[in-house]
């Protein structure tokens, strides 16, 4: 009996110790990342997404607020269940600080979900679904780096004032693609233009060629690719094959490098596309995107450099916060501003929009392209105050009126 | 404007001609599966990858070794065709005696490890492999705009198809391959080579598939992914077709690219689903598929 007491007493004591003395939780901060690793989506964010994390963790020396920082990931392939499933084991069983979701924006809606009951930190990067600060909003959700609605004021906004009224979507059968199609079609009506119809495609579809023939027979004059990765490639292959590119205007809603260097500047030369960060931007994010190449042997894209960005930003806070505790570091997250080589801005505290520059891109022809992966030519650059949702039209509970 | 059910009719016309595109290719794919299945009794899940690689070596040829489209088309079933060998060689023909569900383990790891070999080099964004100067352009058939490249497709693979099914059913050669699937004792007593038989013929089969993927390298992407989003419809489409029946599975092949290309017009959402609708039908009713027979 003397003995189980000593024993604890031992035992509250070090756990009063513990709490004392360091305010970090298991003496190891603990990042896990889920993302697409082998499907469509892997060439935008994947291996690159973790060889970037893995950077901006080496940059801390693998150390915050005295501690040791851990990282896994796993590949949730596309599937919400199988995103919320890992992140529930990691928060229950692997003491995870802070969440980070690469692409799919079902998968981060689901995670987002398990985070928000779990009261821990998500960063969601990859997904462009503007639902995760607006209506799916959380105490805990930052979406970080770009969303549908940013997407649709540059692309779709430009492409309206520049003249090309009328529109047609060829659009992904799935919360993304359903999301970009609406905010795209907002920004479209709101510049005087009108949208002629849509046909809705199933994710990973591999022959485009039916869809494109009823796109054409709608008479627009603008093809909305709402569609993503191996998709929109296949859409934009499928076009010129067609030649609906003689008679329609392609506008890719979420294009990245990736996708260009894939189809070659040949295919999709003066097509728009507007993204948040560009390797050849400046200065700096050209010596960062120089480090990224010597190990991944390819230019990254915006998502990868949001994936070492974000991190760091979060690392930072930690340090700063001198605890893992989740709303401390979230709150100094938001009130801290983040200048870096990927972008200079803020995270909204009503509900952690990252607000930032985004950019309206056009693809360079092989004339202009002076060297491997110099594709774009910066158009204009959106301010982040009119890229992304007003407050005044949030639908985030969170957001107080 | 003549309309059927809301839709005008050179819009569906156009539409069941692309549905024949597709359709080409589900023909030949289901092709070399049934033949394997029907000579070997194995069910080639590696099939996709080997499709996948036909594309690949297209490409490749191109790019490292300057060989055309033409040159490729007769190349890449060859490599394709010698690894066949090689995999039957020192794998499959272990597993000729035991249950089917062996065969389509040992087949469904190998795509495994070809898919990961090609992704882990190449990603899977793609490469890009343009249609060949000859076939590049259009046609204006008056109801659509057909790419020439794509009627290539069509009669390429129907010829192919056909030459097949003659080959196995009308010739002598094909009738040793049959009477040596249904007896190779008796078969080999004659004094014919067997195993040496069953080994072509796997050869053969998978060099449909890769003569496949070369065709499709110039309309789709060619990615490591390109044969695991085909492979379960091509499933789908012999289990229809029936197991083993080499004309049933071309013709099956060819009507569900229809039935799917009528889907995209009408209810595009499920045009990824309707082969597995139409499947679920088929085995309620004909259980052993549409052309197969109750053994």
Redesign the interface.
Known sequence: MKAIRTTLTAAVLAACGVSAQAQISGDVIKIGFLTDMSSVYADIDGAGGVEAIKMAIADMKGNVAGKKIEFIFADHQNKADVASAKAREWMDTQGLDLLVGGTNSGANLAMATVAAEKKKPFISIGAGSSALTNANCTPYTIHYAYDTVALANGTGGAVTKGGGKSWYFLTADYAFGAALQADTTAVVQKNGGTVKGSVKHPLNASDFSSFLLQAQSSGAQILGLANAGGDTINSVKAANEFGITKTMKLAGLLMFINDIHSLGLKTTEGMYLTDSWYWNQSPEARAWARRFFEKMKRMPSSLQAADYSAVTHYLKAVEAAKTDDADKVVAQMKATPINDFYTKGTIRKEDGRGIHDMFLLQVKSQKESTEPWDYFKVVTRIPGEEAYTKLADSKCPLVKK | MTEIFGIPLP?LL??LL??L??GSFYAMLSLGLAVIFGMLNIINFAHGALYMMGAFFAWMGLEYLGLNYWFMLGLAPLAVGLIGIVIERTMLQWLYKLDHLYGLLLTFGITLVIEGVF?SVY??????YQ?PDQLAG?TNLGF??L?N??GWVVVASLVVCFAVWALIEKTSLGAKLRAGTENPKLVQAFGINVPRMVTLTYAGGVALAAFAGVLAAP???V?A??GS??IIVVFAVVVIGGMGSILGSILTGLGLGIVE?LT??FY??A???VVFVVMAIVLLVRPAGLFGKEK
């Open positions: 819009a156009g539409q692309l549905g595109v597709n992704r990603g899977v964004s793609g490469q890009p249609v259009a659509m705009i790419p490249y794509r309309i789709l992407q990615s992914l390109m989003n085909l290309g995209k017009v595009p959402e045009s990824n689903t």
